[in-house]
Antibody, heavy 123, light 108 residues
């Protein structure tokens, strides 16, 4: 069974840092691009970042560029999101998602999602 | 920056009825548009990609159409489990992965 399990969320003060992890199983992790998508409380979906299967190409929304870093460890089947200089507006559920394309390139279409991990930025 | 506008914001229908949801892009996205369904407390689910292709395991009552700037998601006969929020998403223009604001499909 294809599965994604996020972890690492929590309460952090403005200006703080947090690292999210996403453990993948049930598919050849390195063959697929991956993304992070977030959803603020009561709001819609916002794409945050994506990474190719090899990890050689990364993409960021303008709202997080320069503050967040996406990475992956294909030997551990794990995706990461390092979040620095956190702001109140970063408060959201963060979803890890598998790209549907099987070329390891990013298509931005996401066919498998984790259940999400909650990040709250507040003093 | 591209903007996706979904309409209506809320659609009230009964089981068995036909649902038509709209997504309009502020500039052409060719056929690079997807639709997702999200139920309360759950992660989104990919329904349609490249405007008209059903994702794996998606029932045939879901169909997508359109190209350029105007797109439609149609649910031919609503089942009770179809009442949810639906989002469109484009991958053609910057910023990639942009979502619309969503349409809530509720039971009348």
């Amino acid at each position: 069974e294809v599965q994604l399990v996020e972890s690492g969320g929590g309460l952090v003060q403005p200006g703080g840092s947090l690292r999210l992890s996403c453990a993948a199983s049930g598919f050849t992790f390195s063959s697929y691009a991956m993304s992070w998508v977030r959803q603020a409380p009561g709001k819609g979906l916002e794409w945050v970042s994506a990474i190719s299967g090899s990890g050689g190409s990364t993409y960021y929304a303008d709202s997080v560029k320069g503050r967040f870093t996406i990475s992956r460890d294909n030997s551990k089947n794990t995706l990461y999101l390092q979040m620095n200089s956190l702001r109140a507006e970063d408060t959201a559920v963060y979803y890890c998602a598998k790209d549907r394309g099987d070329t390891a390139m990013v298509t931005y279409y996401m066919d498998v999602w984790g259940k999400g991990t909650t990040v709250t930025v507040s003093s | 920056e591209i903007v996706l506008t979904q309409s209506p914001a809320t659609l009230s229908l009964s089981p068995g009825e036909r649902a038509t949801l709209s997504c309009r892009a502020s500039q052409s996205v060719s056929s690079y548009l997807a639709w997702y369904q999200q139920k309360p407390g759950q992660a989104p689910r990919l329904l349609i990609y490249d405007a008209s292709n059903r994702a794996t395991g998606i029932p045939a009552r879901f169909s997508g159409s359109g190209s350029g700037t105007d797109f439609t998601l149609t649910i031919s006969s609503l089942e009770p489990e179809d009442f949810a929020v639906y989002y469109c998403q484009q991958r053609s223009n910057w910023p990639p992965g942009t979502f619309g604001q969503g349409t809530k499909l509720e039971i009348k």
